[in-house]
């Protein structure tokens, strides 16, 4: 008898995990996931759309590397 729970709980549980891998595919589990978007800064000095976080900024302006940062001064 112990068995035959024991085989109960396994099929229970492996229907759960199975359903649960199924559900965070898509089909209606809530919305997907996504990384926090950063936001995007474009280079004075070139154009060139970068990452806040990646760019320099100088006296309020986004740089993507610091020589477009002197050639914007000259
Ligand atoms: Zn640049």
């Given at each position: 008898m112990s068995k035959f729970l024991l085989f109960i709980l396994f099929v229970g549980l492996a229907w759960w995990?199975?359903?649960?891998?199924?559900?965070?595919?898509?089909?209606?589990?809530?919305?997907?996931?996504?990384p926090p978007?950063?936001?995007?800064?474009?280079?004075?000095?070139?154009?060139v759309y970068l990452p806040e976080s990646d760019a320099?900024?100088?006296?309020?302006h986004p740089y993507c590397c610091a020589e477009h940062v002197v050639r914007d001064d000259g």
């Amino acid at each position: 008898m112990s068995k035959f729970l024991l085989f109960i709980l396994f099929v229970g549980l492996a229907w759960w995990w199975f359903r649960g891998r199924g559900v965070s595919r898509g089909l209606g589990g809530g919305a997907p996931v996504n990384p926090p978007v950063e936001r995007m800064v474009v280079c004075r000095g070139c154009g060139v759309y970068l990452p806040e976080s990646d760019a320099l900024v100088v006296r309020g302006h986004p740089y993507c590397c610091a020589e477009h940062v002197v050639r914007d001064d000259g």
